[in-house]
């Protein structure tokens, strides 16, 4: 095979041969072990050499269903709890697949009317499942972490006028700091995003009352009232990574309005909260913020990548992300094209996937779902309660379980050794996939619960792999 065009009627039998190997994928994705044993053996087998020649469409796809299988993590399956990762309910990965073969792009109306549209559907959709008043808009993105970056750029510019200047016009030389206040809580990725924005990482003050991270807000509001009015960041975290916790958002809201700062709220995972009347006064006060982030390739259950930024005022991003040249469209209108909302001009139709899984499931498919996974939690925690070997070292607030190995006759100076061995014992072993972390100062596990396919036998199965293999460290 050379030039592509010579394999045009293969296209049918390659969408065909790609449907296949993803069914019989998701066939096992139940049972499989999270990480195949063979994995490694997989991977070095893998040609590394460019082909000189192709071999048409067939080969490569049927190689990568065979790769898949004996290679692939099953994080799309319901025993992965490492780190907070969603898998792709049917109508989800179907819209998925429609954005791929469609390759719509959602840069302008005039590239694709069909997934602006979409666009501006699934995100007001969003928002009235988040309960985010009329007139918060805003855009896709990639994830959590460019959603934050989208947020803090126009709470950045925010600054920048008050200040008397236009960071996105004259770059951020000889400018005061913006100053960043949050919790301990504060998410990585907008640390990470504050320093892509010259804000910097090192800029962030966190306010802590303990080792947890658990927001001191009296000391926030000292150092909100030493600014005597000067434009700052607040970040309110709706759902911390370790524990599931959350920041008073509403208090937070309080002190931005006395202050008068910009107030983002990220709510990657915890902004599902506010789906069920169980758990939504946890993120209460979000509603108040100038800025709301969250994530759709984790609890929405939509593929890999998606991430949601909401605005207060959407019409801000423009001064931020638009660009022009003579060949683009202009900025104009109520609804300016998607590629002027974000930091991406190219962009997929991600609209296709949240647009189709909302339709299939609708609020109340959502809701019921949110709800048994926080009572999938609960169970958790109780059987963790009920092992004399484990020790829950948080309360259970949202979808979170932190807790700890601790046989009876290990003193608290061999724990976090204990632990980090289990942690890397449990990986190694692959059935059942959670990860360890520093919460209060010790090592723990926070397995996750946020995959649709995700019951009640999958939970026990973490505790007993668990159990089995601390048995075989001691
Ligand atoms: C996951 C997460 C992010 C980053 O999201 P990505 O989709 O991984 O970029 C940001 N904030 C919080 C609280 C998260 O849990």
């Known amino acids: ?45 893998i040609e590394r050499d460019l082909p000189e020649e192709g071999e048409g469409a067939l080969a490569p796809l049927r190689e990568l269903g065979e790769l898949g299988r004996e290679a692939g993590n099953r994080s799309a399956g319901p025993r992965f709890f490492h780190f907070v990762i969603g898998g792709a309910t049917p109508a989800a990965l179907g819209g998925d697949w429609l954005a791929s073969a469609l390759d719509q792009n959602a840069v302008a109306r005039v590239a694709s009317p ?26 896709l993105t990639t994830g959590g972490t460019m959603a934050n970056f989208v947020c803090l750029a126009a709470a950045r510019d925010w600054c920048g006028e008050r200040m008397g200047v236009s960071f996105s016009a004259d770059g951020l030389a000889g400018v005061a700091q913006v100053p960043v206040l949050s919790s301990g809580h504060i998410h990585s990725s907008a640390v990470k995003s504050l320093g892509l924005l010259g804000v910097g990482r090192a800029n962030v003050q966190r306010f802590a009352a303990d080792g947890t991270g658990r927001l001191d807000l009296d000391a926030l509001e000292l150092a909100l009232a030493e600014l005597d009015g000067a434009p700052a960041i607040l970040v309110a975290n709706a759902g911390e990574v370790n524990a599931g916790d959350f920041d008073p958002i509403d208090a937070m809201a309080d002190l931005a309005e006395r202050h008068g700062a910009w107030l983002h709220v990220d709510g990657a995972f915890g902004l599902f909260a506010r789906v069920s009347p169980r758990a939504a006064s946890l993120a209460g006060g979000a509603e108040r913020a100038h800025s709301v982030s969250a994530d759709g390739h984790k609890w929405l259950n939509v593929p890999h990548d998606c991430g949601f930024a909401f605005l207060r005022d959407p019409a801000v991003l423009p001064r931020t992300f638009g660009e022009g040249a003579a060949y683009l469209p202009p900025i104009e209108g109520e609804r300016p094209d998607f590629g002027y909302l974000g930091p991406e001009g190219s962009r997929r139709a991600r609209a296709f996937a949240v647009w189709a899984t909302l339709r299939a499931y609708g609020r109340r498919g959502y809701r019921e779902m949110v709800e048994r996974h926080l009572d999938l939690a609960q169970h958790l925690a109780r059987r963790v309660d009920r092992e004399h070997q484990l020790e829950r070292l948080a309360d259970v607030r949202l979808n979170i379980v932190c807790f700890r190995w601790h046989p009876d006759d290990a003193g608290e100076d061999e724990l976090d050794d204990l632990n980090r061995r289990l942690g890397e014992a449990l990986i190694a072993d692959g059935r059942v996939f959670a990860g360890t972390t520093l919460y209060d100062g010790r090592v723990a596990f926070r397995p996750a619960i946020v995959n649709w396919r995700t019951r009640e036998q999958d939970v026990d199965a973490l505790v007993d792999v668990l159990l089995d293999l601390a048995a075989g460290l001691r």
């Open 1 to 45: 095979m050379s030039d592509p065009i010579h394999g045009l009627d293969e296209l049918e039998a390659a969408l065909a041969l790609a449907a296949e190997e993803a069914r019989e994928f998701l066939a096992g994705v139940d049972s499989d072990p999270v990480q195949p044993p063979g994995t490694a053996q997989a991977l070095s087998g």
């Open 114 to 139: 069909l997934g602006t549209e979409l666009e501006w559907i699934a995100v007001d959709w969003l928002r009235e499942l988040f309960e985010l008043p009329r007139g918060f808009g805003g855009v």
